[in-house]
C-alpha cells in the first residue's frame, strides 16, 4: 500500500505539469485552431531564465515573476510576428510553431550552454512524511499552484468579461467578430496565456526536474497526449487527462519498467485517437455553462 500510495503522489505531481502545459495547448488552439508545437520550450524557456536570473543576484520571487511574464509576453511577440501573417492557414501555423520551438531550443543552448540549469526548492529540500510516504516539499507547491491557476482559470473564464470573449472566439471566431468581439485582441490573450501558463510549469518543476534546452519537447508531446485524452480545446478536460497521463506513468514505472513510462503516452494517444478522438470531456464541454 506504501508503494502504492507514493507512486500515486509521484503521478500527480507529475500529472500537474503535463495537465498545464496542455492548458497552454487550448489557449492557442482555442483561439486559431492552431496546436502550438512550441508550448513546451516556454516551460523550458521560463526554468532556464529563472535560473540565469538568479545566477545574476536576483531574490527567488522576483527572478521566477520577471521569467514568468517575460515568457508571457514572447508569446504575444511570437504571434504578432509568426503566427499573423499567414491568416487562417492553420496547417502553416502548425509548422511554423514546429519552427519556433526550434530556433527557442537553438537559443537556449547559446544563452545557457547544454548543461542543466538548477534552480533551488521554494521552501527547502527535507521531504514532509505521512506515515511511510514521503512527499518533497516542492511537490506540494506544484500540486497548490495547479490547483489555484486552475480555480483562477475558471472563474477567468465564466466569470469576466474578457473570458467569455474568449471563450466566444473559441466556439465561433466568425460570429464572435460580427457581434463586435476583438478577435485579434483575444489571439493575443490566447498566446499570452499560453505562454504564462506553460511557464509556470516550467519554474515550479525545475527544482524537482532539472531543465535544459531539449527539456521542452518532452514536455510538449506529453501536454499534447494530454489535450488528446481530455479533449482538445478544453482546459478542464486538458488538466485531467494531464493527471490521468501522470498517474499512469508513473504506476507503469513502478510495477512494470521504467522503460514503459514514454509508451504509456503514445499507447493512449492511439487508444483516443482511435477510439474517442474527441478525448473524455470534449471541446469547451465543462465550461460552456
Not at 496546436?35 to 527567488?60: R, W
Not at 515568457?71 to 504575444?76: D, H, R, S, T, Y
Request: charged letters at 10%; glycine letters at 14%; a positive charge.
Amino acid at each position: 500500500m506504501t508503494e502504492l500510495l507514493q507512486y500515486l503522489v509521484s503521478g500527480i505531481v507529475v500529472g500537474c505539469i503535463y495537465g498545464l502545459v496542455a492548458i497552454g495547448f487550448t489557449a492557442v488552439y482555442n483561439v486559431t485552431s492552431i496546436v502550438n508545437f512550441a508550448q513546451g520550450e516556454a516551460s523550458m524557456l521560463a526554468a532556464l531564465g529563472a535560473a540565469g536570473l538568479i545566477a545574476l543576484g536576483l531574490p527567488l520571487l522576483a527572478a521566477l515573476v520577471l521569467a514568468v511574464l517575460g515568457v508571457g509576453l514572447l508569446g504575444i511577440v511570437i504571434e504578432r510576428v509568426a503566427i499573423r501573417p499567414i491568416g487562417q492557414d492553420v496547417m502553416r501555423g502548425i509548422i511554423i510553431t514546429i519552427g519556433v520551438g526550434i530556433v527557442l531550443q537553438g537559443l537556449a543552448v547559446l544563452i545557457w550552454g547544454t548543461d542543466a540549469q538548477p534552480l533551488p526548492a521554494f521552501s527547502g529540500h527535507e521531504p514532509i512524511r505521512l506515515g511511510d510516504v514521503a512527499i518533497p516539499r516542492q511537490a506540494v507547491w506544484v500540486v497548490g499552484t495547479t490547483a489555484v491557476l486552475m480555480s483562477l482559470l475558471y472563474v477567468f473564464l465564466t466569470r469576466t468579461y474578457l473570458g467569455k470573449a474568449f471563450r466566444a472566439c473559441a466556439m465561433n471566431s466568425s460570429a464572435a467578430s460580427l457581434m463586435g468581439v476583438p478577435t485579434l485582441s483575444m489571439r493575443r490573450v490566447g498566446f499570452f496565456l499560453s505562454g504564462l501558463v506553460g511557464a509556470i510549469a516550467g519554474v515550479i518543476v525545475a527544482p524537482i526536474a532539472l531543465m535544459q534546452y531539449d527539456s521542452g519537447l518532452s514536455l510538449g508531446i506529453k501536454g499534447f497526449v494530454a489535450c488528446i485524452i481530455g479533449g482538445f480545446g478544453n482546459p478542464i478536460g486538458a488538466a485531467l487527462g494531464g493527471l490521468l497521463l501522470g498517474v499512469l506513468e508513473a504506476l507503469s514505472s513502478g510495477y512494470l519498467s521504467s522503460g514503459f513510462k514514454n509508451a504509456i503516452a503514445f499507447v493512449l494517444l492511439l487508444v483516443f485517437l482511435l477510439a474517442r478522438p474527441g478525448g473524455l470531456l470534449g471541446e469547451l464541454d465543462a465550461v460552456k455553462k
